[in-house]
């Protein structure tokens, strides 16, 4: 069990850090190995875990075929997504993002968002988030989410918590 520590043991802070060797260090063929299937079903779009042993960070690859959009959602983590291939715009805190292959797009915590391809292929991308660090300190990683689009649905008065 990992060792967990208190406001009172701050004296027990080590000089220097100490290196854990994980037993697994890469996750080979990602894709191969298939989709998280309850999650992808939630998002309706294939969704790919990066399973490696971060405490801090998780990695997720992903598409949404021409057309498609995902569900409109917020979290209480920061999410960095990389276009791997094909375009679109992602809606986020009120406001229209374009991107395109080669782009990276920032969503900042707790802002409504979801991600539209306009193209005519696969949108394929690579997200980062610190949703495991939140996890590890005790639940504090949340994730809200209501099915459809809803471009229409969400203006700046929702972006603010209000309905």
């Known amino acids: 069990m990992t060792e967990k520590f208190h406001s009172a043991d701050f004296d027990k802070?080590?000089?220097?850090?100490?290196?854990?060797?994980p037993e697994r260090l890469?996750?080979?063929a990602v894709e191969a190995a298939g989709q998280h299937g309850d999650y992808s079903r939630a998002r309706k779009h294939p969704v790919f875990f990066v399973d490696l042993p971060s405490h801090a960070i998780s990695m997720t690859i992903g598409w949404l075929d021409a057309g498609q959009?995902?569900?409109r959602h917020r979290h209480t983590y920061e999410t960095l997504i990389y276009i791997l291939e094909?375009?679109?715009?992602?809606y986020i805190g009120g406001r229209r993002v374009e991107w395109r292959q080669g782009d990276?797009?920032?969503v900042p915590v707790w802002?409504?968002?979801?991600?539209?391809n306009t193209g005519t292929g696969r949108a394929?991308?690579?997200?980062?988030?610190?949703?495991?660090?939140l996890q590890n300190m005790g639940g504090v990683a949340l994730r809200e989410e209501?099915?459809?689009?809803?471009d229409q649905l969400f203006d700046a008065h929702h972006e603010g918590g209000g309905r």
């Open 69 to 71: 959009s995902s569900n």
């Open 86 to 90: 094909g375009e679109g715009y992602s």
């Open 26 to 28: 890469a996750h080979l």
């Open 146 to 150: 209501v099915p459809e689009r809803g």
């Open 13 to 21: 802070t080590p000089p220097r850090p100490r290196v854990v060797m």
């Open 111 to 116: 802002a409504w968002h979801n991600h539209v």
């Open 104 to 106: 990276a797009v920032y």
């Open 124 to 133: 394929r991308y690579l997200a980062c988030e610190n949703a495991p660090m």
